[in-house]
């Protein structure tokens, strides 16, 4: 496709359970990007993987948070034992290099609800 | 931790009217970007700016990038009700393992009534 793709569009979860959120980067793109955007706030960086290298987790919130980057494409964001506090929308980010001025474009996002 | 303080968090305005989003920090950026957001969908970038004291223009929309890199101004002339959206300034830094990764500041929504 000729933009990043996440799925699902929304995802509706009772606390407690897991879920597995999928982003599939633009072809060709060797950085992605996860970030969270809650009711109200800004843009909150979760975890970052470029090329072969090990993944910057340093946003992830807590262990209940994984993620995986499949091959260098697709990647899955895993939530654990969902809580109230992870409703939020879930942004996948792609970029051609890792660069401070390299565009990130965006997906639309999985809007999440934890009931 | 870098931090980004992006004000107003709400601007509502009548079409003409002139406006001005900032964003500040008390952290030096390499780079500083702006984005719109429209609901259910994800950010779009404005522009990219990266040398203190640039000044980019973009149509109606202006983009200041301070001479210190710790800030930055939007400021639209004129102001359309299409203009209406959320825009997000978000702060890169080179080196390291967090190369390109973006810090947001909270955002502004702006709705331009016609």
């Known amino acids: 496709g000729a933009g990043v793709s996440q799925s699902p569009s929304n995802k509706v979860t009772e606390k407690g359970k897991d879920v597995e959120l999928r982003c599939d980067p633009i072809s060709g793109h060797t950085a992605l990007y996860w970030y969270r955007q809650s009711l109200g706030q800004g843009l909150e960086f979760l975890i970052y993987f470029q090329g072969n290298s090990a993944p910057d987790k340093s946003g992830l919130p807590s262990d209940r948070f994984s993620a995986e980057r499949t091959g260098g494409s697709v990647s899955t964001l895993t939530i654990q034992r969902t809580q109230q506090e992870d409703s939020a929308v879930y942004l996948c980010a792609s970029s051609a290099l890792a660069g401070v001025a390299d565009t990130q474009y965006f997906g639309p996002g999985t809007r999440l609800t934890v009931l | 931790t870098q931090l980004l303080e992006q004000s107003p968090q709400f601007l509502s305005i009548q079409e003409g009217e002139n406006l001005t989003v900032y964003c500040n920090s008390s952290?030096?950026?390499?780079?500083l970007q702006w984005y719109r957001q429209e609901p259910g969908e994800g950010p779009v970038l404005l522009v990219t700016?990266?040398?203190?004291?640039e000044v980019k223009k973009l149509k109606r929309l202006t983009f200041q990038f301070g001479d210190a890199r710790k800030d930055s101004s939007l400021h639209i002339t004129a102001a359309q009700p299409g203009d209406t959206g959320l825009y997000l300034c978000a702060g890169s830094n080179a080196g390291g393992t967090s190369y390109g990764k973006l810090t947001f500041g909270q955002g502004t929504i702006l709705t331009v009534h016609p």
């Open positions: 700016v990266v040398t203190g004291g």
């Open positions: 952290s030096v950026f390499s780079s």
